[in-house]
């Protein structure tokens, strides 16, 4: 009965869809079948993408998906079946999703073992202390099964002029092994340099492993991974896509930054490898970037998060006592750390999650910083209540578009927030890049994922969340020094924007839910 219901509803909605848009749909589908109108076996071929495009639509509906992306999915479909039906086999599937990442997520939660057990009284004590600590660190616990440390020396790194060379300093001094995990890797200056070290490593008799995204670092040469490999470094590409075959995997990236030195040292953070990322892109300029090192016992989360990876592309298991084997005797903290994952193969979106209620618990300010913005409801309405129940709601976004549809879709949501008392900001002394959120002056995040869609359903992502950690006063003086470089967006100048600015906008809203 409930399926007969569900499937009397989705008619009702394609009817009324195509009733109030009847001129324009007839219009789109003319054009879209123009060319095929020549040919008996073009009009077949129309015929049946349409068919097919009613089929997928069917398909999302009863996936029972969040109602914006569904609508969507469902007009693209019913306005371009043969453009709409393409886009959706490369973004759209997921039941697709499900299917292949499952026995990723299935092995993960089996591994959660070798990074579990971690906490001990001192712990214990710390998170009983403050009731909103317990409740956020409680979510992070139960949705990503990973441990909170107090066992841990943070130390946060601005810009890659900060990052890079501590990165060079804590790779030569490797005995044992390195683990590097990223979404772009150039084969420039900086590029190159890093693969000195490893070459030189690796020789050395230093165990290197090496992943990089498919597609994130897909200009990457040949030759740059070749001479790694004959060096004895062991680098493989993580979800390759087989162009020009649709890939299962195109849309679901790893978009982590992870490194993993000798099981003690670790670095996170926004920063991918490339000479932009040190300020030398003319149309960039200055690269604003936040990186995280670690040092202790947090690392044993990275290292797990990476072997996970590995695994997953290779088969490899790593479980050797020696990589989980870190000393914490070294340094102790008045506050913790806890490293959370994100991705395709989790039931749920944990990052977001964990975001929200960091949102959802301030009492005096929120600090974001993201270059790519395009919250879900849960987020907007969390942001828009904060800000209206008295909380300082500050959020800063580069001044230019590094992808010109979620640049424009993010200033769609600028009316409605500053609307709601939020200080909005753009950066302008380059391009801003850093994914910060800071709650209180004492909870905070630093890590790869964004303030997008994209990053909360789609992307693999790391992020350290702080609480009470000394290295949040770095991070506030940071944002605030940021917006010293920044200037705000006023509510009444914003309006008189062009009206080509706003259908833009709109357009670039619209497209949102579909990434």
């Given amino acids: 009965m409930q399926f007969r219901l569900k499937i009397l509803i989705f008619l009702s909605i394609v009817v009324c869809i195509l009733y109030f848009a009847s001129p324009t749909i007839k219009f789109i589908w003319l054009m879209n079948f123009a060319f095929f109108e020549k040919s008996t076996i073009f009009r077949l071929i129309s015929i049946m993408f349409s ?12 996936e029972n998906r969040n109602p914006a992306r569904t609508l969507t999915w469902i ?137 990089y995204d498919a597609v994130g670092s897909w200009k990457l040469s040949r030759n740059f991974v070749k001479d790694l490999r004959k060096a004895g470094v062991e680098i493989l590409p993580f979800s390759p896509v087989k162009i020009p ?47 995280l090192y670690l040092n202790g016992e947090g690392v044993r989360t990275l290292q797990f998060i990476f072997l996970q990876d590995w695994y997953y592309m290779t088969n490899e298991l790593i479980d050797d006592k020696e990589y989980f084997d870190i000393n914490v005797s070294s340094y102790s903290s008045k506050g913790a750390i806890q490293l959370v994952s994100g991705g395709p193969d989790r039931k749920h979106e944990v990052i977001k999650e964990l975001f929200f209620a960091m949102i959802t618990s301030a009492r005096k300010s929120i600090y974001i910083a993201s270059p790519y913005f395009v919250p879900d409801e849960d987020i907007l309405t969390a942001l828009k209540v904060a800000a209206n129940g008295g909380v300082k709601v500050k959020i800063l976004m580069p001044d230019r578009p590094d992808k010109k549809i979620v640049f424009y879709a993010s200033r769609s949501y600028f009316p409605e927030l500053l609307e709601a008392g939020v200080e909005i900001y753009e950066y302008r002394q380059g391009f801003l890049h850093s994914k910060i959120l800071i709650v209180d002056d004492e909870i905070a995040s630093v890590g790869t994922a964004n303030m997008d869609m994209r990053s909360f359903r789609l992307n693999f992502e790391v992020t350290a969340f702080l609480y009470l950690e000394e290295s949040i006063n770095h991070l ?23 009206i080509y600015k706003r259908i833009f906008e709109s357009l670039s809203r619209l497209m949102a839910p579909l990434l």
């Fill in 51 to 62: 068919i097919t495009a009613i089929g997928v639509s069917i398909i999302i509906f009863l």
């Fill in 476 to 498: 506030v003086n940071d944002f605030n020094n940021d917006i010293r470089d920044s200037e705000a967006i006023i509510f009444t100048d914003f309006k008189k924007r062009p």
């Fill in 75 to 211: 007009i693209l479909l019913a306005i371009f079946p043969l453009f709409g039906f393409v886009f959706y086999l490369i973004f759209g599937q997921n039941y697709k999703k499900k299917m292949v990442y499952r026995k990723k997520a299935i092995n993960d939660q089996n591994a959660n073992g070798l990074i579990n057990g971690s906490e001990d009284v001192e712990v214990k004590e710390f998170i009983a202390q403050n009731q909103r600590l317990e409740y956020l660190i409680n979510i992070a616990a139960k949705q990503s099964n990973t441990p909170v440390t107090m066992n841990t020396f943070t130390k946060v790194l601005t810009n890659g002029s900060e990052t890079f060379p501590k990165i060079i300093e804590e790779l030569k001094k490797a005995k044992h092994h390195i683990h590097i995990e990223f979404y772009i890797v150039r084969n420039d200056e900086i590029g190159n340099q890093l693969k000195d070290i490893l070459i030189e490593k690796a020789q050395n008799g230093v165990k290197v492993r090496f992943l």
């Fill in 245 to 291: 075959v649709l890939n299962d995997t195109i849309n679901y990236r790893n978009h982590r930054k992870i490194i993993v030195i000798d099981s003690n040292v670790g670095f996170v953070g926004g920063l991918n490898i490339g000479d932009e990322y040190l300020g030398k892109d003319h149309y960039f300029g200055k690269w604003r970037d936040t990186h």
